[in-house]
């Protein structure tokens, strides 16, 4: 009996079915490498991290965004460009990143001006607490009530009687309609009883020389860009708005112990994502702006411009924001807050 022996399979003869998998897989590796492959197929970052800054270049927010960046950028073994987009209470840059693809490549450095702008501004395109997703808090800030060094006025309750004396006379600058500098003044104007010009900038950089200027009378902002003004003694703080005084103004008093009660509110700033950035993708950015927020060099750099350092987790920023969101709607309320 002769005995038939069948060839071994080769590539060439492999079955119809099995070739044509072995060909899509081809095909799906190819795909993966070519320059237009989706950014989940990629190892992430592989490319440039943009960080919007919502205001003009100058103020804490930016500070804050270049301090973090440089370090992030090390970190990630990619630049971190911050992008400057003010305007609006800080709610185009808001509008800008909430648009733009979650793919971890656009970020928002946002702050406590955004949950104040959802009640202020009844058509943003955009849901704070739905169209982002928080990766941490970078820092908060406290307020202070500032006037330039040549205004008469030596604390808070002869700069009241100057108003009070003449009402056209002053002003107030803000970072913008919505802000906490701008509900800070509304509520320290409603406080005294009389009216207080508002005038919103883009930011605090052209806000601060208005004010060592002369053109406004006086702001509410953090302390990070009137700092170095006051300690050369172009600038007078007066009060902080905070309930506790500042670790970097420990002589400033606060607007309760000058007999205004129910003042409490500092600026805390975060990083955020476009709503649905891949998990991984902000699990992994929230570990490492959270070793930078905590290395030795980041701290003293926050002390020297008046921060107290966070680096929290997303799920505690998330809290945040809801939290800030609901008291900031009844105070807009009750201080009839519009973008008028």
């Not at 919502?54 to 930016?62: I, K, N, R």
């Not at 970072?175 to 800070?184: C, F, K, V």
């Not at 004010?211 to 009378?217: A, H, I, K």
């Not at 929230?286 to 020297?304: G, L």
């Amino acid at each position: 009996m002769t005995r038939t022996t069948q060839p071994h399979p080769t590539a060439t003869a492999l079955p119809a079915r099995r070739r044509h998998l072995l060909a899509l897989a081809a095909l799906a590796a190819a795909a993966c490498a070519l320059p237009g492959a989706p950014a989940h197929a990629q190892a992430w970052p592989a490319k440039p991290v943009t960080l919007v800054v919502p205001f003009a270049a100058g103020g804490t927010t930016d500070v804050l965004a270049r301090a973090l960046g440089e370090k992030l950028g090390a970190a990630l073994g990619q630049p971190v460009i911050v992008e400057n987009r003010g305007g609006a209470g800080a709610t185009i840059g808001a509008d800008y990143v909430a648009k733009a693809p979650a793919d971890g490549y656009t970020l928002l450095m946002g702050a406590i001006h955004h949950t104040i702008a959802t009640s202020v501004y009844k058509k943003l395109s955009y849901d704070f607490q739905k169209s982002f997703a928080p990766i941490t808090t970078v820092a908060l800030v406290p307020n202070v009530l500032t006037v330039s060094a040549t205004t008469p006025a030596k604390d808070v309750k002869e700069l009241v009687a100057l108003v009070k004396a003449a009402p056209n006379k002053y002003s107030y600058g803000s970072n913008g309609a919505g802000t906490a500098q701008h509900l800070i003044g509304t509520q320290f104007s409603t406080a005294i009883g009389q009216p207080v010009l508002h005038v919103p900038y883009k930011g605090s950089g052209p806000l601060t020389t208005d004010l060592l200027g002369g053109q406004v009378s006086m702001s509410f902002d953090t302390v990070t860009p009137v700092l170095p003004h006051i300690k050369a003694g172009k600038l007078r703080a007066l009060a902080v708005t905070t309930g506790k005084r500042s670790s970097t103004l420990p002589d400033v008093p606060t607007l309760q112990e000058a007999g205004f009660a129910g003042f409490d509110i500092g600026t805390w700033f975060g990083v955020l994502a476009p709503a649905r950035t891949p998990a991984d993708v902000v699990a992994r950015l929230n570990a490492e702006m959270v070793k930078v927020i905590q290395s030795p060099d980041f701290q003293k750099r926050m002390q020297d411009i008046g921060a107290e350092p966070v680096g929290n987790a997303p799920a505690q920023m998330a809290e945040q924001i809801a939290a800030d969101t609901a008291r900031f709607a009844k105070l807009v309320a009750d201080n009839k807050i519009t973008t008028d």
